[in-house]
């Protein structure tokens, strides 16, 4: 599966951004998805993930309660809402895509520049 992260933007402190992740290629449906974030001289950080089968999401605590993680399969699209953005969301954020269910992401998008000025 091929994926395309798009969305990012410059937002004040308080807004709101919607991410959304393209995925083209094998049946979207068949992964686990999820979005990842990496600020300048930090290590990619797990955001959030949501199950193939049974629609469950887990999110990291530092998102939780302001953002929200959706896919649409017949759209082959997975979107991260942000509301409530803090200087410290500032990052690259990443989409990926796990076939197995075993929290290895195979897949990855090319990321998308998310700034939140204070």
């Known amino acids: 599966v091929q994926l395309q992260a798009f969305g990012g933007g410059l937002v004040q402190a308080g807004g709101s951004l919607r991410l959304s992740c393209a995925a083209s290629g094998r049946s979207f449906s068949s992964y686990n998805m999820a979005w990842f974030r990496q600020a300048p001289k930090e290590e990619r950080a797990f955001v959030a993930r949501?199950?193939?089968?049974?629609?469950?999401?887990y999110y990291a605590d530092s998102v939780k309660g302001r953002f929200t993680i959706s896919r649409d399969n017949v759209k082959n699209t997975m979107y991260l809402q942000m509301n409530s953005l803090k200087p410290e969301d500032t990052a690259v954020y990443y989409c990926a895509a796990d076939a197995n269910s075993d929290a290895v992401y195979e897949y990855w998008g090319q990321g998308t520049q998310v700034t939140v000025s204070s």
């Open positions: 949501f199950w193939r089968s049974s629609g469950r999401t």
